[in-house]
């Protein structure tokens, strides 16, 4: 059984919803971040980015003090709002290749620790007691965190009929996507809502793994004072079929030691390999790997029939592990995937190409292209408390910043 309530959302005033919204600040180069800081003055950025961070002596409680006086700045001029009572809202992001919908609400503490609401990544405790500690200082979030609810034809054919209605906001964003958000607010359809999620045994978590980590901590240190609001974090839910998986590739500063000739011997062992020159090739199915060295493109084929412990393996199976279990840890040396600074990742939005520009630049020898995972792995990894290696998907929808605000 899962737990769903409503909340009194902070958001902004409908006229200025366009220019308050923002992408994840870690999406702005530092020639955009400085345009938009320059030039909006409603922007979202200059909550999370208050002017005088541009100093490299700010301490972090500082930092973190400045965003909650920014934000406060916003409630004051009126570019804020706070609703008057609990709602949970329907939102749908609308791109030029896909839609998605889902429902912002506050998702249950108790659920996470429970495993009502599955989780398939590591994370790193640093970075769990960062965002705990912004958390406490400002009093407030605004990213949710995405989880996926089985596909229910119900909520469906409910979801269908609520777009009839008038949205509180209709805006287009300046990376042609266009935002739709209704407000569910009525008794009759909140309760509805609770027992329709009531009837889901199961939640899984797509992205947001860090920031439901750090809720629960915070919950655990503060929960003495009596908040109700911390038993609970913001979460965008979306049927499984919704979300849109994609890989994240793999680039490598050197081969190890090895020549090309070497190395593609010793790969021979574990993949069929064909050279496919200069032809843009990306797998096309699982075990399918794609790779760039020395101005080739090559087909990798991995031999199943190798090894019989991966194919009765979730994990083993999984095309991340297999690349890092026979390439990246035995041939190229790399151990630690998060903090190895000869391996970067390129998400699989981006075009190969950027890939053979690295390479051929010289800074790296070699790339891999791998095929994205799909909903069910990442449920069966989930269901068995498996962990998904480091930068094994990128998934959307990812939810504007300053769209919705969950105070604390």
């Known amino acids: 059984m899962s737990k769903i309530i409503p909340f009194k959302a902070v958001r902004p005033t409908p006229d200025k919803v366009a220019l308050v919204t923002c992408r994840n600040y870690d999406d702005y180069s530092s020639a955009e971040l400085a345009a938009w800081l320059s030039f909006n003055p409603y922007s979202f950025l200059h909550v999370i980015h208050p002017a005088y961070m541009y100093s490299q002596k700010i301490t972090l409680d500082k930092r973190f003090k400045g965003v909650a006086h920014k934000y406060q700045d916003f409630k004051d001029d009126g570019v804020f709002m706070t609703e008057d009572k609990p709602a949970f809202f329907l939102y749908e992001i609308r791109t030029k290749a896909q839609s998605f919908i889902g429902i912002v609400a506050g998702t249950s503490i108790e659920d996470y620790k429970n495993n009502v609401i599955k989780k398939h990544e590591d994370t790193l405790q640093y970075r769990v007691e960062y965002f705990k500690d912004y958390l406490h200082q400002t009093g407030f979030n605004t990213e949710p965190v995405l989880i996926t609810y089985p596909d229910n034809a119900t909520l469906n054919s409910w979801i269908t009929e609520k777009k009839k209605s008038t949205p509180i906001y209709n805006y287009s964003t300046t990376n042609k996507e266009q935002h739709q958000l209704w407000k569910i607010e009525t008794e009759e359809e909140i309760n509805w809502l609770i027992q329709q999620f009531e009837n889901i045994p199961e939640l899984y978590i797509a992205d947001g793994h860090h920031r439901s ?10 929960q003495h004072l009596g908040n109700e609001n911390l038993n609970y974090f913001m979460s965008f839910l979306i049927a499984e079929s919704n979300v849109k998986i994609y890989e994240f590739n793999r680039i490598i500063r050197d081969l190890n030691g090895h020549s090309k000739d070497v190395f593609l011997e010793k790969l021979s062992e574990y993949f069929i390999i064909k050279d496919k020159e200069q032809e843009l090739w990306k797998p096309q199915s699982k075990f399918e790997f794609g790779m760039y060295l020395d101005g080739n493109f090559y087909a990798l084929f991995y031999k199943q029939g190798n090894n019989v412990n991966d194919e009765n393996s ?95």
Do not use: H, W
């Not at 980590?213 to 503060?222: F, G, K, P, T």
């Open 213 to 222: 980590a750090s809720a629960e901590l915070l919950y655990n240190e503060d």
């Open 314 to 408: 979730i994990l083993g199976n999984l095309d991340a592990q297999i690349l890092y279990d026979k390439v990246l840890q035995p041939l190229l040396g790399i151990e630690d995937l998060r903090n190895d600074e000869r391996i970067e990742y390129i998400p699989g939005k981006q075009s190969i190409l950027t890939i053979k520009e690295l390479v051929d630049e010289g800074e790296f020898e070699v790339g891999f292209m791998l095929y994205p995972s799909d909903i069910s792995e990442i449920k069966a990894l989930a269901d068995n408390n498996l962990i998904m290696p480091p930068k094994s998907t990128y998934i959307e929808p990812k939810f504007r910043s300053g769209l919705m605000v969950y105070e604390l």
